[in-house]
């Protein structure tokens, strides 16, 4: 299927560069099983960069996680997949704008190191730096107990959307029900959704202790996860429903419904 509109394209690439990353961080966390390392995104887009044909690679991510950022933004204040205008509707807008924010610090990483454009630097994809940012304004704790709870609420949605195949609801017609591909689907989004789990508990008991540093990412879940009673099985269940999840993104490249505003959309939520 080749997209008919220049938004329509920008966005599947955006979703295939969101998979990729997720792969390369599957990818990272598996090796690290063996040998040790931090197993975050931007360690494994530097992995990449050492590679043949590396910048070239990094830069194809960096510009495709651009289109994946104004995708979700169009997402957001169109309403292009057509949610109620109740709180449950405007909730779901809102995590889509939470994830443009979240993907920006990745893309500019990715831009920065490809193009050695002097920015984006740092390793760690952790949430301390911005979370203490947070608690210094005023009721900060609670401002990321909000949060916790956003991403508690988002980790148990995603984990329903696998279990219960809520996501077919955004696939074209021409998606085939019952076949491998919904098997991965399904494993990859109760995967990521168990790590979001983990973090919304690690950002709650930050906003408790009143403490950013106790702040974490799906790195230091990762983590935390190998350090349980037969960690080591439970880790590399959880790091190859990662790899399922950077799957489930080529999978949404091909068959999500991807509905571009039209004109009069547009100038009805942007009233000049």
């Known amino acids: 299927m080749i997209p008919d509109n220049k938004l329509e394209w920008i966005a599947r690439f955006g979703y295939a560069a969101r998979g990729t990353v997720y792969a390369l961080t599957a990818a990272m966390a598996l090796l690290?099983?063996?040998?040790?390392?931090?197993?975050?995104?931007?360690?494994?887009?530097?992995?990449?960069?050492?590679?043949?044909?590396?910048?070239?690679?990094?830069?194809?991510?960096?510009?495709?996680l651009v289109g994946f950022i104004v995708w979700r933004l169009v997402q957001a204040i169109f309403n292009t997949d057509r949610h109620d205008n109740d709180a449950r509707g405007y909730g779901t807008r809102a995590v889509l704008l939470v994830s443009a924010a979240t993907y920006t610090s990745l893309a500019s990483f990715a831009i920065g190191q490809a193009f050695r454009l002097g920015f984006g630097g740092g390793s760690s994809d952790g949430g301390s730096s911005w979370t203490g940012w947070l608690m210094s304004q005023p009721f900060g704790r609670y401002l990321v107990g909000l949060l916790a709870l956003a991403i508690l609420a988002s980790g148990v949605a995603q984990i329903m959307r696998g279990a219960m195949r809520r996501y077919r609801k955004y696939f074209g017609r021409d998606w085939k029900e019952g076949t491998w591909l919904?098997?991965?689907?399904?494993?990859?989004?109760?995967?990521?959704?168990?790590?979001?789990l983990i973090i919304g508990v690690f950002f709650l008991y930050a906003a408790f202790a009143v403490d950013p540093q106790q702040a974490g990412s799906s790195a230091d879940a990762l983590i935390w996860v190998r350090q349980l009673p037969f960690g080591s099985l439970v880790y590399v269940v959880v790091a190859l429903g990662l790899f399922a999840f950077g799957a489930y993104g080529f999978i949404e490249a091909r068959y999500r419904i991807v509905d571009p505003p039209t004109l009069q959309q547009a100038r009805q939520a942007m009233p000049i």
Do not use: E, H, N
Not at 40 to 64: C, E, N, R, T, Y
Not at 182 to 196: E, K, P, W
């Open 32 to 64: 690290s099983s063996f040998g040790g390392g931090r197993p975050d995104s931007k360690s494994a887009m530097q992995i990449l960069l050492g590679q043949p044909f590396g910048q070239i690679w990094l830069g194809l991510i960096g510009v495709g």
């Open 182 to 196: 919904d098997a991965v689907c399904m494993y990859g989004l109760v995967a990521r959704g168990t790590i979001f």
